[in-house]
């Protein structure tokens, strides 16, 4: 499938600011089963760009900004072809096709950021809201990575936020609510609480019913370690394993490392900023 994407980001300053650095991550991840044909980038006003690679082998690209201006637009779009592969087409380990499973001794080494337990309080308060609604929990390992992905998409009420910030797994459980960054941060607390290595992925999502239309935002899911199968996509929001409409821009053992725009201005007084974002997804092909 070609998709074409198109991402917009649009301050607007109520006096004129000096611009800081930016780093944008927007670019889609190539893979085996992902390919990204063309990518460009826009900006008001006009920007030296250059690219990194950061500490989990992403590619940000870094911005620096010479004049001052009361807009700030930065635009970016770009065709990716993905590959059409079953969601479910991968072999696990046989040590680890039925759960619960300990990686043996080099994957938990290698994973072990990926590892790390929340806070206490957390992990009590999820292993609680789990036992009220996950009794039933099947033996088999991928089965019970479904269970529980649709487990917390039918529990949870999606309600998009457009203030910045991530809510904490405990938030999303009390509220019972949140958007697809907080469902997707719960499923990894849930999932690390449980001993199963997960982090963050940021990206875009082909949508067919929304006209090409990402409600103005990117997309977030979680990927998991399955030993003989690798990182697995996970989307809570939707309650499905990923395929071929899922284009993975970055991923993070926290959220935060991997905001689509990060960066700040200079102003002598105060200054309001509004924001304004907008994402496109079509097929293309």
Same mark, same amino acid.
């Given at each position: ?44 006003? /006009? ?29 970016? /779009? ?144 979680? /990927? ?31 959220? /935060? ?29």
């Amino acid at each position: 499938m070609q998709l074409e994407i198109s991402h917009q980001t649009r301050y607007e300053y109520d006096r004129e600011v000096q611009l800081h650095p930016h780093l944008l991550y927007v670019r889609p991840r190539e893979n085996p089963l992902l390919q990204v044909n063309r990518f460009a980038f826009s900006f008001q006003p /006009e920007a030296k760009v250059a690219w990194m690679r950061d500490d989990f082998d992403n590619l940000p690209a870094s911005a620096q900004f010479t004049a001052s201006a009361t807009t700030l637009d930065i635009r970016s /779009e770009c065709t990716v072809t993905t590959t059409d592969t079953p969601p479910f087409d991968f072999l696990v380990r046989d040590y680890a096709t039925a759960f619960p499973f300990v990686y043996e001794p080099l994957h938990r080494f290698n994973l072990s950021i990926y590892l790390t337990l929340p806070d206490i309080a957390t992990q009590e308060a999820v292993r609680r809201w789990l036992a009220t609604r996950f009794a039933n929990r099947p033996k088999e390992t991928v089965a019970w990575l479904f269970a529980l992905n649709q487990i917390i998409c039918r529990s949870l009420t999606y309600q998009r936020r457009d203030e910045p910030g991530i809510q904490t797994a405990l938030t999303t459980i009390t509220l019972g609510s949140g958007s697809c960054r907080d469902y997707a941060v719960l499923l990894i607390e849930c999932a690390r609480t449980l001993g199963v290595a997960a982090r963050f992925v940021s990206g875009y999502m082909f949508d067919p019913s929304s006209n090409g239309s990402a409600a103005g935002a990117m997309h977030a899911w979680t /990927e998991v370690f399955l030993p003989g199968a690798g990182w697995i996509g996970m989307d809570p929001t939707h309650g499905i394993f990923c395929q071929n409409a899922y284009v993975p821009v970055a991923h993070a053992v926290v959220a /935060e490392s991997v905001n689509p725009i990060q960066g700040s201005f200079f102003s002598a007084t105060p200054a309001v900023a509004r924001l304004t974002t907008d994402v496109r997804v079509h097929q293309v092909k």
